[in-house]
Every structure is written in C-alpha cells, then in structure tokens.
C-alpha cells in the first residue's frame, strides 16, 4: 500500500523558517516528479513547487519563488519543502503528491499538514 506521510508543519512567525517533509512508502518513486500542493482556508487546492526525478528542475508558483525551496532524497524516498520568510497568505494544509506512472498526473495524495504562518 502506497502512502505519502507529510511531517514538519506548525506555526511559525512571519519571516522565520519551516521545513516539510514527505515520506514515501510501499514504492519508490526515484523515477517521479513529485509535487507540493496547498489548501488556503476557504480555497482551492493549488500547485506550490515540483522536482523531477533526480532534483534537476524545478517549478514554483510565483508566489512562493525566492523563498521556498523543493528538494528530494531519493534514498530516502522523500522530497521536502523548505519554507523560508513565510508570509501569513502562506497559511495553508500543505499535501504531497505522486504520480501512478512516469509523466501522469498526480495520483497518491498524503493526508496533509497544517502550516500557519502569524504577522
């Protein structure tokens, strides 16, 4: 059985720092793309950040560009994403997510942490 675990979130002070991590089981995903996604309150889920398989390329919604940063351990099957100068309108669930094949939309979804962010 496949599960993506998030870990890391919190409340965190505006300008300060967080780091999440996903965890990735019952099968590796060396070979994925994998995503970060966020749940504003009272919002759509949208696209924060994604990494290619060896952490070569990156993606950033424009929002987050310049503070957030997308990294993976393949040997841990793990990505992460490193929160830097969070801002209050960062306050959100954060999800991991992982594609069913190479090159195919997002198909396995982590449960989510809660990252709020005060002023």
């Known amino acids: 059985q496949v599960q993506l675990v998030e870990s890391g979130g919190g409340v965190v002070q505006a300008g300060g720092s967080l780091r999440l991590s996903c965890a990735a089981s019952?099968?590796?995903?060396?070979?994925?793309?994998m995503g970060w996604f966020r749940r504003p309150p009272g919002k759509e889920r949208e696209f924060v950040a994604d990494?290619?398989?060896?952490?070569?390329?990156?993606v950033y919604t424009d929002s987050v560009k310049g503070r957030f940063t997308i990294t993976r351990d393949n040997a841990k099957n793990t990505v992460y994403l490193q929160m830097n100068s969070p801002k209050p309108e960062d306050t959100a669930v954060y999800y991991c997510?992982?594609?069913?094949?190479?090159?195919?939309?997002?198909?396995?979804w982590g449960q989510g942490t809660q990252v709020t962010v005060t002023s």
């Open positions: 019952g099968r590796t995903f060396s070979s994925y793309t």
């Open positions: 997510a992982a594609p069913l094949n190479p090159g195919s939309g997002y198909h396995y």
């Open positions: 990494i290619n398989w060896n952490g070569g390329n990156t």
